[in-house]
């Protein structure tokens, strides 16, 4: 057999012998780095979103008319007559009922002759008592009769002709008289929204009953003080009002409302996890936009940002980051999760100590310097 032939049939010897071994260190390498992987998991990111902060202040309440009246008699006595029925529209000074006060006129025509003869016989002092006993006779005249002081609309009457009312703080009004040129309602405001609250803001009220409608107000009185409810809470309340409100709004209605107390706020919100604290500085991790961002070799930018207490788990995000960023948890600059997956070693012959393409001995044999041929010259 020539040399050549035993020449060759040693190296595919040799290549036979070797496959396995190659192989096999290249499966435990793939193994090595997936369970590496495995391992450590993919870093968790967040994303700067903007929010709108609305500067609106919701409340609650019912409706009243802006002004009211309960129309009582002063005085006892039988119903002689009522002047108004319910739905009807009155005006301030109208007369609404009156009691039968002919023993009153009796007594103020009586007093008026004894006043005539005192005038022409009678002395000074009884001239004076008896025109002081006339106007008293002229305010029990009066108060058989009972007048409304607003204009209006009468909303309820509970009296009738020839009944007989009794006077005092417990006997029920006999007739009700409605403003119905505006609405208002008592609401109250939180002590920490109170300042900013304006006399002549806007108000927007949705109404419980009406759900497709929706009626613009205004802040008509802010109290000089407020009170502490119940539960301990220091509230003001406020005044809100509806002018010309449509027919179909009624008092007593229920509504949710929102004060327009300022523009609505566009805001950056980052999740607090993502900020690394160091020396009273924030920082993040900055990922590479999204088309550069799938080049394994960049790393994320480390940049210093300014922040702002928002709401739990949340900061506000003031200087240094855009809507959108993308940036890694803060844990990941601790565990080196945040390098770029490019940086990792791609040879997996190196276990055995190949040198990669173009590239010094990777491995840690012994000897043998920059892998030249061996010392005594040429082969």
């Known amino acids: 057999m020539s040399n050549s032939k035993k020449s060759r049939r040693l190296v595919l010897w040799l290549l036979a012998a070797c ?6 260190g290249a499966y435990l390498w793939f193994g090595r780095q997936k369970s590496s992987s495995s391992a450590v998991g993919t870093p968790a990111t967040y994303q700067v979103q903007a929010v ?20 009582g008699f002063a005085a006892s006595g039988k119903v002689a ?20 006060d002919s023993q009153q006129r009796y007594d103020l025509a009586s007093l008026d002759y004894k006043l005539e003869k005192a005038r022409i016989s009678g002395s000074k002092s009884e001239l004076e008592l008896l025109e002081l006993e006339r ?64 006399v002549g803001q806007k108000v927007v009220f949705h109404i419980d009953a009406l759900p497709d409608l929706l009626v613009n107000g205004r ?72 088309p550069e961002r799938a080049q394994a070799a960049l ?9 702002a207490a928002y709401e739990t788990g949340q900061v506000r995000v003031l200087e240094g980051l855009s809507e959108g960023d993308v940036v890694l948890a803060a844990a990941a600059a601790a565990t080196g999760e945040g390098r770029a997956a490019g940086q990792q070693s791609a040879n997996p012959l190196s276990i055995f100590g190949f040198r990669a393409p173009g590239g ?3 491995g840690g044999g012994s000897g043998g310097g920059s892998g030249g041929p061996p010392p005594g010259g040429q082969r």
Do not use: C, H
């Not at 609401?187 to 304006?198: A, G, N, R, T, W």
């Not at 805001?267 to 991790?285: F, H, I, N, T």
């Not at 790393?299 to 922040?307: A, L, S, Y």
């Open 19 to 24: 496959l396995p071994v190659v192989g096999g």
């Open 52 to 71: 709108i902060r609305s500067s609106a202040i919701d409340v609650t309440g019912n409706l009243e008319p802006i002004e009211s009246e309960d129309i």
């Open 81 to 100: 007559r009522v002047y108004v029925q319910e739905g009807n529209r009155v005006r301030a000074g109208d007369l609404i009922a009156e009691l039968d």
């Open 135 to 198: 106007k008293m006779k002229q305010v029990d005249l009066q108060e058989k009769k009972v007048w409304t002081t607003i204009s209006g609309f009468v909303s309820n009457v509970d009296v009738r002709e020839g009944e007989y009312v009794k006077a005092g703080e417990e006997i029920s009004p006999i007739a009700r008289v409605i403003d119905l040129s505006a609405l208002k309602s008592e609401v109250e405001i939180d002590e920490l929204d109170v300042p900013s609250v304006k």
């Open 219 to 290: 802040v008509s009185l802010l109290p000089l003080e407020g009170r502490v409810t119940t539960e301990g809470i220091a509230v003001l309340d406020a005044e809100v009002r509806i002018d010309n409100p449509p027919k179909s709004l009624l008092p007593g209605y229920s509504f949710s409302a929102r004060i327009l107390a300022g523009e609505d706020e566009r805001l950056l919100v980052l999740d607090e996890k993502a900020l690394q604290k160091v020396g009273g500085r924030s920082y993040v991790l900055l990922l590479p936009a999204a």
């Open 299 to 307: 790393q994320p930018e480390r940049r210093e940002v300014k922040t």
């Open 360 to 362: 010094a001995r990777t």
